[in-house]
Structure formats: structure tokens, C-alpha cells
């Protein structure tokens, strides 16, 4: 096709798009588009990002495309899906908090709708108009009415969940917060098949949905959603049993070693400090160190089958002769989850309990509900501070990958420092797709402008940066916030993450946020504050209430939404109980009388 019929055929669509210059020289002016998103995996979790797990697919397309070493999301599930589905921000595109996550007080307030808003485009209503095929499975967790749903935001056909998480082998929700499973079908209750495991399911949906219209000839948009690595940990058992030994010398050997190789890969420069991790692995007693190692090796487990079915969509779009002429995208919607249900002795340790098998030889298996644990989530955020929900960069810097096998712009194996952001991701995917992204009107209504940056000049190799130096980028979610400047990071986190103040750390000495700078840099930080300021009040953000933390909310709002419903639905029965015993207890006195 030349570049003349290819502008014609677009055209003929109707959608008018623009056909950047960059799009032009590749090898096909209308690339297919793979959004590959995993679910709480950390920085290094990749092979290719220095992780002992075993992950050779996403490693391939690594060293076939560019990995950026200095990305960024929010730091928990559906503010990160909301900003790379729109390129617009959390709080603008109604996720300044998450469902789950969200305190009362905050709860239908201008930018906490707690789902995707109508003031937002997704990619896929842009890409559908410019004449994309577009498709959706597994993970959705941005609303569940039918405008919310992803057939109602541009996608022609989904299977999704709207919760953020469900069971991995079983048509069963997570217990932990949820009565049913939300699965949909193209906006209609769905139900999964017999035999069903998350990972290979969501793969087998996506591949059932490009060959349905493979032969319409239109380019397609593919947003693959998987449920692995989010609580419940589940894994089959061969992929569990190859890693029974890999993690017996605990976190501190992992971190260390995460942290040695992610150095040798050329991700972090060395001689870089890294905190350290607050428990010692050797005060454990031996059954909590097999529980541990069990918990890791089910994880490693779940993520190696997920990258197993990463390779198989590979293989089909090799054997359909789509895979050169593909875009494919590999991120994380945030850092590791440290949440440990069974350790917070509370109603989500009683939840669990009730329904699942936590024997130590279940871990992992179908029926039961692991996790890793606060320490393991540290080691493998490694060389970073934190885990996910905090703003720390074990919390919010996650692995990307952008690969396009066909198109010799891009020199395989190539690794980007410069600072990009998930609202980046959105626009760098029109631009290559030859549609000019909206600027703030889409379908005659006025709507939300993106505010990424496309990343294709460092992606062909033009600029080391998309952002000028003094360009300033605010986030916040739950109270914990950032500012990044060049260099520069200004953070606060809320406990139990931090103390609640703000800190300064030069991330390119720093990475690990080691060594808080803010008294010796006091103009630097009244700077910057001010800037998180403007930031705060354009984005309408809230102050959170007092003592508030995520993990203490999302256990009160599952006490609301499942306790007393419950509760509730019991109390005629409870009433009958009462009644008995209250009759009983009058029987025994009239017989005491009569003796």
C-alpha cells in the first residue's frame, strides 16, 4: 500500500485523521496495537528488567523494541487503567480515588467518581473512529453501568471485569470484598467456562475476537487485561513446583540480587544506595518462612503463565502474518501489593479463613487465597522504596515495554532513562497509529484534553526526553502525592507509608530514596510545593480525613459492603434464634416453678 492510498483509505472512513510524519515512515502507516497490562507486578518482575522469574516472551519483545527504565502510574488498579485509557489524568478522569479505596466524605465530589467519567475519550473511541477493530479482555475496574462499561467507551466487543480482582481458576469473585464476580460481555452478564484458568481464558477471548473479523482488513486495538499478579495468587501446580527452592534465602538475598542485576542490565547506574527491608528474614520461624517461600514461589508461578499465554498470542499473530506490522505495549497498573490478608488479624483475616483453604499445602492451588506479604513486595520492588498504594518509587516506577518487530526505526534492545508517564501512553499510540489525537472536543462535545506526551521522538531514537526540565507533573491518590521536576521528586506519603511529610529526593543519585533532601534544598522545595499547589487546586484534590489510610478503608468499606448486607440478610433468622431461646429459657423457669 502506498502512503497516497493509505491517506485515501483512511479518509474514506470518514474519521479524518492526521498522518504524522513519523507514522508515515514506518513500514505500514496503520499498525495493530497489543496493550499488554499486567496487575501489581513490580519494576523488576521482568526478566528483562532484571527478575529471576522466568518471563522469556516479554523478554523477546524487549529486546526487540525499547524499554523505559524511568516510567511512571498511579499507584494502585483503576486511576492507572483511567490515565492510559484517556492519556488524561486520575482525578480529571473521575479516579481521584478508586471504589474500594474511597473514604465517604470524598464519594461523588467533582473528580472522585470513583469511575471512568463522561468528560473523557478513551484511546479506543479514537483509534474506532480512525477505523480500528477494537477489543478488550480481562480487567476493566472502571465502572459497571453501560455507559462505563468498555462497550460503551469504544470498544466493539469485551469481556471484562469491572471488580479489581476475582478468582483465578473458579467463576468466583475474591471473597475478601465482593458477593459475585462481575463479568460482562459486551455490556451483559457473562459467565466463565469450565476449566477456566485467568490468564490463558483472557488470551483465548482476545484471539476468539481478532479472528472473528480478521477478514474486515481493518487494523486492530487489543487490550489485554490480565488478573495475574492481584490477590488471590493462584498458580497451577507445575508452575508453582519450579520455583519450591527458588526463594529459600529470603527477601534480603532477593532484593540484593534484583538489585545486582538490574544494574548489570543497564536500568539503574551503579553504586546506587537501596534501603533496606525492616524485618529480618531470620526471625521468622520455620513454618512462617515456608509459608512465605510458598506464597513467592505461587508467584513467580502466576507470572511465568502469564507470560506463557503472552507467547501464545505472539505465536498466532506469527502464524496470521500480523506480528511485524504490530505495536506491542507491556506495562504494570502499579508496584507489588503488600496487603497480606492473613496477617491483619481483623475481619479480611476472618474473611479468609471462612472462605478458603489456607493449609500451607494449598498455597497457591485452586480454593485458596495467597499473598506475598509486605517484605517479599519490598525485595521485589527492588532497587526502590515502597510497594503499591504508596508514592514511593517501589509504589508508582513499573516496567515498559513498546516493541514494533517490523518497523526499523526502532533499535531493538534499547533502553530510555528519560522520565515518562502513563498518560504518555495514549497519545504515543495515536501518533503511530496516524490519528491525530482530540484536543479537547470529540463527537461535537467538549471534553477532557489529554495532557500526555507522545514518546515516539524516544522511541525512534530522536530525544532523550519528552519534557523540558522545569516542566513540573503533579499526582496524588489517597493522600499521597508527588511532584516531579527534571531530577527532582517532592513527596509525601500518609502512614502507614510514611510520616506524612514531605520529602525531596534527586532520583537520578537517588533512586532508591535513600537520603531525604529537603533541609538542605529549602528553596528547591517552597518551589515546588508551590507548584503541587496550582497542581491541587486545578485538579480539584481533597484533603483526606483524618487517620485515613487505603488499606484501613478498604477494610471499612468491606465491612459495608458485605458484613452487614450479611448481617441484614441473617437478622430473621437471628430474630427466630432469639425467639427460640427466649422460649426455651421460659420453659425451664415454669419447670423449675412446678419442682
Not at 115 to 130: H, P, S
Not at 180 to 204: C, K, M
Not at 381 to 389: H, I, L, Q, T, V
Not at 466 to 472: C, G, I, L, T, Y
Amino acid at each position: 500500500m502506498t502512503k497516497k492510498s493509505s491517506i485515501l483509505s483512511i479518509l474514506a472512513l470518514g474519521a479524518l485523521p492526521l498522518l504524522t510524519q513519523s507514522a508515515l515512515s514506518a513500514p505500514n502507516a496503520r499498525p495493530n496495537v497489543v496493550l499488554l497490562l499486567a496487575d501489581d507486578w513490580a519494576f523488576s518482575d521482568v526478566g528483562a528488567f532484571g527478575g529471576e522469574i522466568e518471563t522469556p516472551n516479554i523478554d523477546a519483545l524487549a529486546m526487540r523494541g525499547v524499554r523505559f527504565s524511568n516510567f511512571h502510574v498511579a499507584a494502585s488498579c483503576s486511576p492507572t487503567r483511567a490515565m492510559l485509557q484517556t492519556g488524561v489524568s486520575n482525578h480529571r478522569a473521575g479516579l481521584g480515588n478508586m471504589p474500594e479505596t474511597i473514604p465517604p466524605e470524598h464519594q461523588g465530589r467533582e473528580g472522585y467518581d470513583a469511575v471512568i467519567n463522561n468528560r473523557v475519550v478513551t484511546i479506543a473511541q479514537q483509534l474506532q473512529a480512525g477505523g480500528y477493530r477494537t477489543y478488550l479482555t480481562g480487567k476493566w475496574h472502571l465502572g459497571k453501568t453501560p455507559d462505563k462499561l468498555p462497550t460503551g467507551r469504544g470498544y466493539d466487543h469485551a469481556f471484562a471485569l469491572s471488580q479489581s480482582g476475582a478468582d483465578n481458576f473458579e467463576d468466583k469473585p475474591n471473597l475478601l470484598l465482593y458477593d459475585y464476580a462481575d463479568w460482562t460481555e459486551d455490556g451483559r452478564p457473562a459467565h466463565l467456562p469450565d476449566n477456566y484458568y485467568s490468564s490463558s481464558f483472557i488470551v483465548d477471548k482476545m484471539i476468539e475476537y481478532i479472528d472473528r473479523d480478521a477478514q474486515s482488513g481493518k487494523p486492530f486495538l487489543a487490550s489485554i487485561n490480565f488478573l495475574a499478579n492481584h490477590i488471590p495468587i493462584q498458580a497451577h501446580d507445575a508452575d508453582i513446583a519450579h520455583y519450591a527452592d527458588k526463594y529459600k534465602d529470603g527477601w534480603d538475598t532477593l532484593r540484593h540480587s534484583r538489585q545486582n542485576s538490574i544494574v548489570a542490565k543497564g536500568l539503574v547506574a551503579p553504586n546506587r544506595p537501596m534501603v533496606k527491608i525492616d524485618t529480618a528474614w531470620d526471625s521468622l520461624s520455620a513454618e512462617e518462612k515456608e509459608q512465605r517461600i510458598g506464597a513467592m514461589a505461587a508467584y513467580a508461578g502466576m507470572a511465568t503463565a502469564m507470560d506463557r499465554e503472552i507467547g501464545r498470542l505472539v505465536a498466532h499473530l506469527k502464524a496470521s502474518g500480523e506480528y511485524e506490522n504490530t505495536i506491542f505495549v507491556f506495562l504494570s497498573d502499579n508496584g507489588p501489593e503488600a496487603t497480606d490478608p492473613m496477617n491483619t488479624n481483623n475481619f479480611t483475616t476472618f474473611n479468609a479463613n471462612l472462605n478458603y483453604d489456607q493449609s500451607l499445602e494449598r498455597q497457591g492451588r485452586k480454593g485458596s487465597l495467597t499473598a506475598i506479604g509486605a517484605s517479599f513486595a519490598s525485595a521485589l520492588a527492588a532497587p526502590f522504596r515502597g510497594y503499591k498504594f504508596s508514592a514511593s518509587e517501589g509504589g508508582i516506577r513499573v516496567p515498559l515495554v513498546i516493541s514494533w518487530p517490523g518497523n526499523p526505526q526502532i533499535e531493538p534492545g534499547t533502553i530510555k532513562h528519560g522520565f515518562a508517564y502513563v498518560t504518555d501512553i495514549a497519545p504515543t499510540l495515536l501518533e503511530l497509529a496516524g490519528i491525530a489525537p482530540h484536543q479537547g472536543s470529540f463527537d461535537g462535545k467538549s471534553v477532557e484534553p489529554i495532557s500526555g506526551h507522545s514518546l515516539v521522538p524516544m522511541l525512534f531514537g530522536q530525544k532523550e526526553v519528552v519534557r523540558a526540565s522545569d516542566e513540573a507533573l503533579g499526582y496524588e491518590l489517597s493522600g499521597n502525592s508527588v511532584l516531579f521536576e527534571g531530577d527532582w521528586k517532592l513527596v509525601k506519603n500518609l502512614p502507614p507509608y510514611g510520616n506524612g511529610n514531605w520529602q525531596l529526593y534527586n532520583l537520578s543519585n537517588d533512586p532508591g530514596e535513600t537520603t531525604d533532601l529537603s533541609a538542605a534544598e529549602p528553596q528547591r522545595v517552597t518551589a515546588m510545593l508551590a507548584k503541587y499547589d496550582e497542581f491541587a487546586i486545578a485538579e480539584k484534590v481533597l484533603p483526606m480525613p483524618a487517620g485515613y489510610s487505603a488499606p484501613k478503608q478498604i477494610q471499612a468499606n468491606a465491612v459495608k459492603e458485605l458484613l452487614i448486607p450479611r448481617l441484614l440478610a441473617l437478622w430473621p433468622y437471628i430474630l427466630g434464634i432469639i425467639a427460640i431461646l427466649i422460649g426455651l429459657g421460659f420453659g425451664v423457669k415454669r419447670l423449675f416453678k412446678r419442682k
